[in-house]
């Protein structure tokens, strides 16, 4: 059995890295596919990222990565994949991810969305709270690979706008 798991993975976090391979164990092949969506514009090129998690899934014999455009279903339809893997971090996920597994349902009745719960470790973690910590020079070395935490490095060290203050002030106690 085959499963896509879409997404940006902008960039690819640890949190991704541990649904891949939990999906990697429960299906036969698993594909990870970055979508090109025209409406956002990413950190990364597609190109950039398809390097990224190939690079990050490597020790993965299961897990082929590549990109598409366009909706999902006909996509997993193209490839003969009969799973959506989507991983759920909170109560606010499940709804929006429920209403796209309706929604595509709608479209083929051939694909099943499959959920897995985020680990514990990851589920406060996203691509966009990676991308903020680094945008303010914060360290996202603990919140993905080492290889993506150097790229997201050098891009933020040519696009730096904002950088976090050196000293803070203390605040004086309150007197009674």
């Given at each position: 059995m085959i499963a896509i798991y879409p997404g940006s993975f902008d960039p690819i976090t640890f949190g991704h890295l541990d649904l891949i391979e939990r999906g990697s164990k429960l299906f036969e092949r698993v594909i990870v596919a970055v979508l090109r969506n025209?409406?956002?514009?990413p950190l990364f090129s597609v190109q950039k990222?398809?390097?990224?998690?190939t690079l990050s899934v490597e020790h993965l014999p299961n897990v082929e990565v590549d990109s598409f455009?366009?909706?999902?279903?006909?996509?997993?339809?193209?490839?003969?994949?009969?799973?959506?893997?989507?991983?759920?971090?909170?109560?606010?996920?499940?709804?929006?991810?429920?209403?796209m597994a309706h929604t595509n349902k709608t479209l083929s009745t051939?694909?099943?969305?499959?959920?897995?719960?985020t680990s514990n470790e990851y589920s406060f973690l996203s691509s966009s709270v990676v991308r903020e910590i680094a945008r303010f020079g914060g360290s996202v070395d603990h919140l993905i690979p080492p290889h993506v935490a150097l790229d997201i490095h050098k891009c933020y060290a040519h696009n730096k706008?904002?950088?976090n203050?050196?000293?803070?002030?203390?605040?004086?106690?309150?007197?009674n």
């Open positions: 025209p409406n956002k514009t990222r398809l390097e990224q998690i455009d366009g909706l999902t279903v006909n996509y997993a339809q193209i490839r003969g994949a009969s799973v959506l893997l989507r991983g759920l971090r909170a109560v606010s996920d499940f709804e929006v991810e429920l209403q051939q694909i099943e969305t499959v959920f897995l719960a706008t904002t950088s203050p050196k000293i803070t002030e203390a605040v004086p106690p309150l007197n």
